[in-house]
């Protein structure tokens, strides 16, 4: 299901305001794959983590991580859902990234929020989802 302007615009833009200011490591990439890109670990575990890490989210510098988790719960998702990951990941124009699987577990939810203040079809970076 992809839906689109869901998140509430102020949320929206504090998240978008946060870019500029987290620290970017450039180098990450997904198991197995060659393509490397820019990664921001808000909170998480290795990809076969069941344990929820909103506590983490909650300690990190920026507070309006756990308030887009809060509303996630609110709006998306059912309260009690645990939260097994949460990061920002960057692409340099010119780059792509891989195919990969977020998880092998049956009955979990990828959310990917796309944080761009402007989208012209010429810059690329197409989603596809299988």
């Given at each position: 299901?992809?839906?689109?302007?869901v998140v509430p615009a102020d949320l929206?833009?504090?998240?978008?305001?946060?870019?500029?200011?987290?620290?970017?490591?450039?180098?990450?990439?997904?198991?197995?794959?060659m393509a490397?890109?820019?990664?921001?670990?808000?909170a998480g575990g290795p990809k076969d983590n069941t344990q929820d890490v909103t506590h983490a989210v909650r300690r990190h510098?920026?507070?309006v991580y756990g308030r887009y988790v809060d509303w996630l719960r609110s709006e998306v998702v059912?309260?009690?859902?645990?939260?097994?990951?949460?990061y920002?990941?960057?692409?340099?124009?010119?780059?792509d990234g891989s195919p990969h699987t977020d998880t092998e577990r049956g009955q979990e939810t990828t959310?990917?929020?796309?944080l761009n203040q402007s989208w012209k079809a010429e810059y690329g970076g197409e989603t596809v989802i299988f």
């Open positions: 299901m992809v839906v689109d302007d929206y833009k504090e998240l978008l305001e946060t870019l500029p200011r987290v620290c970017w490591r450039f180098g990450w990439r997904s198991f197995n794959q490397r890109y820019w990664h921001h670990e808000i510098g920026f507070s059912p309260a009690e859902t645990p939260l097994l990951r949460l920002l990941n960057g692409h340099t124009y010119g780059t959310f990917i929020l796309f």
